[in-house]
């Protein structure tokens, strides 16, 4: 059923309409235009649903698959005739329509010999697809009419022109599809099972060094895409931002330069860049990057919400704690905040932990109508978490520190002590010397305050071979995803020392 979901949502009532096959549609696939509006109007999302709607009881469902098969291939067969462009497009996504609508024509009209309709159609595509830079249709169509003017219609002229670019665009494309496997081979081979990171950064320079004289050579889109992320990763898996944010601002020219627009690559970069300035504590400069991502969303969208959640982070790394309630309010206040994935719903629910935290602290003031952290309730919360409470080295570490320091802060002593000891026990199985490092200290930071009766002259004693060990391990040189440390420990440790006093407390 998702194949149909997808297909319905390209090819609308509306889209058939303007193309005047709406009707011939419902009259010549009657049973398929069924189901198609049953999805469509009915909401159906599911094959039960559709198989009750389109059969009733007693009757043999057996039809439906093959119902649901040509429903697919019927959808497939409007692509061609319909307008895919949606108001929101681009010049760019505008283009690649038109472009790759026109190259099937012209390799259906191949077929057919009909080189009267291919070339005047073949070269005034191949003129759009080297503007937008579609190179897979500009090697394919200079090709084409190498082809037709070398040995068909014998214009040398025409055929060394087309042979010329021919040559230069497959070399581009060469390099390309080489780019674009080196980067693809390195994220699933490394990124994501934890190599060690001098690893990384090694093979990363190798593929960059394959692909640099061809980015001098050529100045395509797909080319720097990849090209420039394998340059990223070769920073970035030596915790080295300034240099990564080198690359970034390089790529970000390099797009911005275009005669065309080239959102995508410019968030990628500019999501980048605020890591790094999430890292370097650099608020201001972070700020910009932005706001200039910001600028290229629509507002609502998902890549408009992991561009909120990153900016909340930068807030609360650099201590802009009245500007991460804004950030907050702005954010779970939009309308479709509620339709965003139950994972990213859990980050902000922690954040929402965090701020309520800040606010007890008197660090953020909150508006005087805002009723979301007077309602705050620690058991509704941990309640609320069931993925992230599963997280056993990821952000449940976040969870189990927000209680630590909020029972502390509220001087339930005994509660904190035993809540304590379940996580001493979690600390031994679950946190290492590795992407954990800096939780591992912090945690133990933590258990030192119970273990000298809550005396903050005591604790600052006991735990700073501990607060050293953190403070060897940057939060800029940590191998940690940067959504772990929702503040940096350093400054929750020192809101946890005012919350204590010098006075000792035994469990009663």
Known sequence: MYAIL?????????????????????????????????????????????????????????????????LQELLLSQLLTI????????????????????????????????????????????????????TDIV???????????GSIAGVLKKYEEYSQLAAVWEDAFH???LAEALYTDLVVRFVNNKAPQQDVHNHAQACFEQLRPALERHQTYRLHLSGRLIENLIYTSINDYRKTIEV???????????????????????????????????FDRGRLAADKGLSLLNEGSFNWFKYQELLIFLSLHTRQYQESYKIFKQT?????????????????RIMEAYLFYLVELGKIIPAEDDTVFSKFRMARFINEMPLFSRDKRGMNIPILIFQILSLIYNKRYDAAIDR?????????????????????????????????????????????????????????MANQSHDVEIIPYEDLWEMALESLQNKTHKKK
């Open 83 to 134: 307008d895919l462009n949606t108001p929101g497009n681009n010049n760019r996504q505008r283009a690649y329509f038109e472009c790759y609508k026109k190259w099937g024509q012209i390799k259906l009209l191949m077929g057919r010999n009909a080189w009267a309709n291919t070339t005047g159609m073949a070269e005034e595509t191949l003129k759009k697809a080297r503007k937008f830079e579609f």
């Open 420 to 476: 304590m000891e379940a996580i001493e026990k979690y600390c031994s199985r679950y946190l290492r010397r590795d992407d954990t490092f800096r939780s591992n200290c912090f945690i133990k930071m933590l258990l030192v305050i119970p273990a000298q009766g809550f005396h903050k002259s005591a604790v600052l004693r006991h735990a700073e071979k501990y607060h050293k060990m953190l403070l060897s391990m940057p939060i800029d």
């Open 248 to 282: 970034c601002e390089k790529a970000v020219n390099f797009f911005e330069a275009k005669d065309y627009p080239t959102k995508i690559p410019l968030q990628i970069f500019l999501y980048q860049e605020m890591v790094c300035y999430v890292q370097l504590k650099d």
């Open 6 to 70: 997808e297909l319905t949502g390209i090819v609308t009532p509306q889209k058939l309409k303007a193309a005047g096959v709406w009707d011939v549609l419902r009259s010549r696939h009657a049973r398929e235009m069924d189901l198609y509006q049953l999805v469509v109007n009915a909401g159906v999302r599911n094959d039960d649903d559709a198989v009750n709607l389109l059969f009733p009881k007693g009757q043999d469902a057996s039809a439906y698959p093959e119902l649901k098969t040509k």
């Open 175 to 177: 390099f390309e599809n």
């Open 332 to 348: 779970t206040g939009h309308r479709r905040f509620g339709a965003l994935p139950r994972a990213i719903g859990e980050t902000w």
């Open 139 to 149: 090697v394919d169509l200079a090709r084409t009419l190498r082809l037709y003017f």
